[in-house]
Antibody
Framework: QAQLQQSGPGLLKPSQTLSLTCAIS??????????WNWIRQSPSRGLEWLGR?????????DYAVSVRSRITITPDTSKNQFSLRLTSVIPEDTAVYYC????????WGQGTLVTVSS | DNVMTQSPDSLAVSLGERATISCKSS????????????VAWYLQKPGQPPKLLIY???TRESGVPDRFSGSGSGTDFTLTISSLQAEDVAVYYC?????????FGGGTKVEIK
């Protein structure tokens, strides 16, 4: 079982960029059987998958259509972590953000409440 | 997107009684090469991330009590708690991981009657 530790700011103004990092222990981000996801949760949208990165001979990323123009998920193999970048945030991006491992997700970060407000 | 629809929205069950939650997917989640349904069940308590209970529709995650069971195939799935305990009060979610985007049901709140 892996442990995922999230870090990053929780308060943003509209149009700013959301940046969160997920540090992994107990697993290798370059594993060729895992995927590393960002998922958010809000009362209005429920649990919403945002995207993932994974390694299969090379790095791949997949993103939800709803955020595809604004999102980047990047692995950092030197630090065994991965990051979320979401640009041009709006109040509707207010949610608890989780990093998570796998497809059926056994390992979750602790969650970061991100509030977008002017 | 594969829409996951859960019912009921909430459920009140007496301690020791059975709780049953339904989840319907708008598309199949049966992986033909593995002959497994790519459906997971989670519980979530306030202030915590979801906790994985069941994957492949019916396989219990390590450490999950055997009062939790999953069943179903194709597009219809069920989570059963055979004898509700006080610590089972939570919101339960189904999820499909057969296709992108990964999608979750809207949740079922389980309470003690």
């Amino acid at each position: 079982q892996a442990q995922l530790q999230q870090s990053g700011p929780g308060l943003l103004k509209p149009s700013q960029t959301l940046s969160l990092t997920c540090a992994i222990s107990g697993a290798n981000i370059s594993s060729n059987i895992d995927a590393w996801n960002w998922i958010r949760q809000s009362p209005s949208r429920g649990l919403e998958w945002l995207g993932r990165t994974y390694y299969r001979s090379q790095w791949h990323s997949d993103y939800a259509v709803s955020v595809r123009s604004r999102i980047t998920i990047t692995p950092d193999t030197s630090k065994n972590q991965f990051s979320l970048r979401l640009t041009s945030v709006i109040p509707e991006d207010t949610a608890v953000y989780y990093c998570a491992r796998g497809w059926a997700v056994a390992d979750w970060g602790q969650g970061t409440l991100v509030t977008v407000s002017s | 997107d594969n829409v996951m629809t859960q019912s009921p929205d909430s459920l009140a069950v007496s301690l020791g009684e059975r709780a049953t939650i339904s989840c319907k997917s708008s598309q199949t989640v049966l992986s033909s090469h593995a002959n497994k349904n790519d459906v997971a069940w989670y519980l979530q308590k306030p202030g915590q991330p979801p906790k994985l209970l069941i994957y492949w529709a019916s396989t219990r995650e390590s450490g999950v009590p055997d009062r939790f069971s999953g069943s179903g195939s194709g597009t219809d799935f069920t989570l059963t708690i055979s004898s509700l305990q006080a610590e089972d009060v939570a919101v339960y979610y189904c999820q499909q991981y057969y296709s992108l985007p990964l999608t979750f049901g809207g949740g079922t709140k389980v309470e003690i009657k």
